[in-house]
């Protein structure tokens, strides 16, 4: 009848309903005879019990779980099986709610409890406890749960279990979920108010641990319940708000009594110490609840102060000596608190004990002292201070000259706090005893005082500065000293740079008194002072900061022009140092236009020492700077270069116009330290810089000797030009680019041997390129190219293609024109057939440009495609024989001369050129002499054409039938008539340099013609067309006087002149000799 009714209340859904049915159900066993007789309806009860165990209602889980532990007293727990299995199943679920686990637990409790203490301890330590650092969360909280029911239910048994359980608690408040935390802050205050007082021996020491822990949540956790079990001894709770009232203070008043009564005096003394450094921590939450239980069971702070000063001071001291950066700090705001509540009651206690730990304490007790000096000297006044000046100050230098570094940096923190509290007389006192320290012979004490000024300086060196370098300036020179220096400069970055006028020229010089010594007494003692100052000269360019950089390099500079030598020699090496020594921080790229200044000047310095250091300095700037930084300087390098490399010439002594090789490049290796520039800038440079970069390179290999510019060297320069040479360059890029392989060709001669095909099809290929100006370069190039060429066929047989209009795709054509294409193969062509057309092997080839010429000459309707053809027969004619030569004047000359009137213009302008190149050639002595007379007769009429491009030609080609004369007297009466007519200022300008070109192939053909008495007539006609005809005339006629005096030999050829002219004649000429023609360098006789 009963259990139906039970049965249905422990399903209803009021609580109080349920609570009732689960009493009934704990109480059913004590109301029967024999509680065997219940076991038959436990299947129906139970599942009920289990549902109401699990509550979302305390009451009812309570009522429930003491139920079942009442059966499981009355019936035993072999009657329930599966029971403890399910309780710690549901303990550990974490699909279950926080509820759930905790109905589990309370459970768990009263079924253990009901098997005895025995059985709940095995229990415990061997499956609940070892659950507290599963990886899943809701089972730790299951494992705390426990701890919260099990101490109120296993009364005084639990004592057992309490060093046990305590290490679960204090992980479980350090939990990362907040619930778990929650819970075990729960746990431990139910452990506190069961058994705080009974077993508070073996709960304190955790809790004074916990206050130490690491992790802040640890630390307010304990502080928690360290407030509980203080207030349950002295009866008073931890108030969360201001406690400050009359009756706040009784009542705290007599929980110090009854807590050191509790506790014991030593006890007290300790926890009350590790509670109020906890109200110096640095987590906020942590200081305000040690603020909350201090003022709970502390009536008078500074009275309790005074009681607990030596125990506090001993653990302020430990933990300053800990080793932990949290803790020392901690220790030293506690001790800056003592001082300001105290003042001068504990000064006395503190300072000594702070003194005898820095001399006796391993290293981390010596920086946990510096923490505590710090704050102490901060908290106290002036007078306070002053009173223990001295113990400070002897404490504070020792700190500073400790080997190890984390101490001199907290000690330098003191020494800043007492400079600030007590001024100069700090000063005073360290820094004379120091100076003296570093002067003396012990190596020990001058390393401690090296340490102490570095300290003070890192902190003053603005103050210190201006006293301590002269001192260490003093000439000569120690070793001692400069090392001092060098490390002083690492604590004075930000201020050093003030002083490098001193500095800087003092070591420098020092650095160039070593070079000029000669005989040395000590010299392994003079290399050893050599090396400190170089040492010492690093660390300063090292440690400089950002902001002193341009000082250290203008001070450097303004030696690179010193009259010594040695001077200007270590100067290179000093920014030699900057460079390297910044190169990780990259900071004096704004100085780089000043470095590269300087460095280049010292390139036409007189002493090899000094080439030598420039050129490493520059081969570290190029180094340690980025290739492509430098290149944004390639137009002021080349600038620069370009101006002193002028002003070397033309100084006095130079060699003007003449050659000059730059001292700092005709060295071994002279030239690799800027090569990286201009490789980077023809590589990767835009439009303006790669025409600046292949220029500029140019302007280097004209300015080195050839010895100087080895195989390997050479071929790193041409990689580069000829690899971006076919790129789509402007025009100013390309002729740079040309010119320069034009003067790595001139320079490097066989050993560019390998490159020839490439050198080649370079040329080749620029001949079709839109600027006449490349082509004119590549040209000039092709020409320079013919001695290193040994395979001249392929190139003649192109170039013949080319000429006549086969070899150019259309596109090329298009661009460049046809006709200038024509022209630019045809000259080339002539180029090559005049350096290496004797290297022809295949018998068609010669043959086949004497073809191509002829298809143009008289035919083709531009003047510049006929005279280049011209050129290529003259000198097809010069290599195939005479035989040739007279047929080619039959077909073209003879044959047309009969009809002249009838001829186009095209035909007597290619019978003039042709006539002029083959004459001109070593071959034309050699024409038949028939042919030789009718081609003047044709000539002098050609002259006298009226178009004025015929008469410029013949003007020209009769220069080159008079000086292929054999009988020279007989043609020059011939054409003399006819010359000296067109030498007038009336006719066309064109005519009269004709003429003037015409005469430079005559003189050049027939030496001393012109100062014989035959020639006297067209020598002084010419000498009155250079003194009275437009400028460009003058030009010519000047080359023409130049090459028939002879000028550059020697003034025989003047003096002859002037044997045979009239007086008026040979004045003209000495005055235009003197004035001109003395100054022309060079003309150009063989492209005449």
């Known amino acids: 009848i009963i259990i139906p009714v039970v049965h249905r209340g422990l399903r209803d859904r009021a609580a109080t309903t349920k609570r009732y049915a689960a009493l009934i159900s704990g109480n059913i066993c004590t109301m029967v005879n024999d509680p065997r007789d219940f076991v038959p309806y436990l299947p129906i009860l139970l599942p009920d019990l289990k549902s109401t165990l699990l509550d979302p209602i305390p009451d009812v889980r309570s009522i429930s779980a003491k139920s079942l532990g009442s059966l499981t007293r009355g019936l035993g727990e072999a009657t329930f099986p599966d029971l403890r299995s399910w309780l710690v199943d549901t303990l550990r679920s974490e699909g279950g709610s926080s509820v759930e686990r905790s109905g589990a637990a309370q459970g768990l409790v009263e079924l253990l409890v009901a098997g005895g203490a025995q059985l709940t301890e095995n229990v415990m330590i ?53 619930t778990v935390r929650d819970v075990a802050l729960r746990a431990g205050r139910v452990l506190v108010r069961s058994h705080g007082k009974a077993h508070k021996d073996k709960i304190l020491p955790s809790l004074e641990e916990g206050l130490c822990h690491e992790d802040y949540r640890i630390r307010v956790a304990s502080l928690t319940l360290l407030g509980d079990l203080l207030g349950m001894l002295g009866g008073t709770k931890v108030g969360k708000a201001n406690t400050d009232t009359q009756d706040d203070i009784r009542q705290a008043e007599r929980a110090q009594a009854q807590i050191a009564l509790a506790l014991g005096n030593v006890t007290r003394k300790r926890v009350l110490s590790s509670l109020y450094l906890a109200r110096s921590d640095t987590a906020a939450v942590v200081r305000q609840s040690a603020v909350q239980v201090w003022k709970s069971v502390v009536s008078v702070t500074p009275r309790t102060l005074r009681e607990i000063l030596s125990e506090l001071v001993d653990q302020i001291v430990t933990a300053l000596a800990s080793g932990d950066p949290e803790r020392t700090q901690v220790a030293g705001r ?33 920086q946990g002292v510096c923490v505590g000096l710090a704050e102490v000297i901060d908290c106290s006044s ?55 320290e570093m002067e003396g012979d012990d190596n020990e004490t001058k390393v401690r005082a090296l340490n102490g000024m570095t ?38 970055g930000g201020t050093i740079h003030m002083h490098f006028s001193s500095i800087i020229p003092t070591l420098i010089l020092e650095l160039a008194s070593f070079s000029e010594m000669s005989d040395v007494a000590d010299e392994e003692e003079e290399k050893e002072r050599e090396e400190a100052v170089r040492l010492c000269l690093r660390a300063v360019c090292n440690n400089v900061e950002t902001t002193g950089v341009n000082w250290l390099i203008s001070e450097i500079s303004s030696k690179c022009t010193h009259d010594k030598e040695s001077v200007r020699k270590e100067a290179c090496w000093s920014l030699q140092a900057v460079v390297e020594e910044r190169k990780k921080v990259a900071d004096f790229y704004e100085q780089v236009p000043v470095i590269i200044r300087e460095l280049l000047h010292r390139l036409n310095d007189d002493s090899k020492v000094v080439l030598k250091a420039n050129n490493k300095a520059l081969g570290a700037l190029t180094s ?35 050659e000059f090789f730059l001292p700092g490049f005709n ?38 000797a050839n010895k100087y510019l080895a195989g390997p060297f050479l071929i790193k320069l041409t990689g580069p030009l000829l690899r971006i040479v076919g790129d789509r360059n402007p025009s100013a890029v390309k002729i740079a680019i040309v010119q320069t392989l034009g003067l790595i060709l001139t320079k ?108 143009l000459l008289v035919t083709h309707e531009d003047d510049g495609v006929r005279e280049s053809a011209a050129k290529v027969i003259g000198y097809a004619c010069e290599l195939l024989g005479t035989d040739e030569a007279n047929t080619v004047l039959e077909e073209f000359v003879l044959e047309k001369s009969s009809n002249l009137s009838s001829c186009s213009l095209e035909t007597k302008h290619g019978m003039a050129c042709i006539c002029r190149r083959v004459f001109s050639r070593s071959i034309g002595q050699e024409i038949d002499r028939t042919i030789y007379s009718s081609v003047s007769s044709t000539i002098l009429t050609l002259m006298k054409d009226d178009k004025t491009m015929v008469k410029e030609a013949a003007c020209v080609a009769i220069g080159a039938v008079l000086g292929s004369s054999t009988e020279v007297e007989s043609t020059l009466s011939l054409v003399e008539k006819n010359m000296v007519a067109c030498m007038d200022t009336k006719e066309e300008l064109a005519v009269q340099q004709a003429i003037a070109n015409g ?10 013609l012109f100062r014989t008495q035959e020639g006297l007539v067209l020598i002084n006609s010419a000498l009155k067309m250079a003194m009275s005809g437009a400028q460009r005339v003058q030009f010519s006629y000047n080359d023409f006087l130049w090459i028939a005096l002879e000028v550059q030999n020697s003034e025989s050829g003047l003096e002859e002149y002037l044997g045979l002219a009239h007086f008026d004649s040979a004045k003209k000429m000495q005055a235009i000799y003197s004035k001109v023609l003395v100054k022309i360098k060079d003309v150009n006789v063989d492209e005449l």
């Open 382 to 436: 002036r007078e306070q201070i002053a009173k223990f000046l001295d113990i400070l100050v002897k404490v504070v230098q020792d700190a500073l000259c400790d080997e190890d570094e984390q101490v001199r940096a907290m000690a330098a923190s003191c020494f800043q706090n007492l400079y600030n509290l007590v001024g100069n007389r700090v000063l005073d006192e360290m820094v004379p005893a120091l100076l003296v």
């Open 126 to 178: 061997n499956e609940i406890l070892p659950l507290k650092s599963h990886p899943k969360p809701g089972t730790r909280e299951g494992v705390l749960w426990v701890l919260t029911f099990l101490p109120s239910v296993l009364g005084q048994a639990y004592s057992s279990l309490i060093d046990e359980s305590l290490p679960a608690l204090l992980s479980g408040l350090a939990d990362d979920s907040e």
């Open 748 to 855: 490097g001669g066989p050993v560019l041997r390998a490159f020839v095909p490439q050198f080649q099809t370079t040329f080749v290929k620029a001949l079709s390129d839109p600027s006449r100006q490349v082509r004119v370069e590549a040209i000039k190039a092709l020409a320079l190219l013919m001695p290193l060429s040994t395979r001249v066929d392929p190139l003649i047989k192109e170039l013949v293609a080319t000429s006549s209009g086969k070899g150019s795709n259309a596109t090329t054509v298009e661009t460049a024109g046809m006709v200038a294409i024509q022209t630019a193969a045809l000259e080339a062509l002539a180029v090559v057939l005049k350096h290496g057309g004797k290297k022809a092997k295949v018998a068609e080839s010669i043959p086949s440009s004497l073809d191509a010429g002829r298809e």
């Open 624 to 658: 340690c700077v980025p290739a492509e930084e430098l290149v944004t300087h390639i137009q002021f390098i080349r600038n620069l270069i370009a101006s002193m490399v002028s002003d070397a010439r033309y100084r006095k002594g130079g060699v003007g116009d003449g």
């Open 999 to 1008: 005469l430079c192939i005559t003189a050049r053909l027939q030496p001393g």
């Open 455 to 492: 300290g003070i300086l890192s902190v003053k060196s603005r103050e210190l500065l201006p006293y301590i370098v002269p001192r260490l300036l003093k000439t000569p020179l120690t070793i001692s000293h400069l090392e001092a220096l060098g490390t002083i400069s690492g604590a004075t």
């Open 334 to 366: 506690c001790l800056g608190d003592i001082v300001q509540k105290l003042g001068d009651q504990v000064l006395p206690s503190i300072i000594p004990v702070l003194r005898d730990n820095l001399y006796r304490g391993d290293e981390y007790t010596r």
């Open 667 to 704: 060295m071994p290796k002279g030239l690799e330290p800027l090569l990286p520039v201009y490789q980077r800038g023809i590589l990767y440079g835009d439009a303006s810089v790669r025409e600046t970069a292949a220029a500029g390179l140019g302007e280097l290999i004209t300015i080195t």
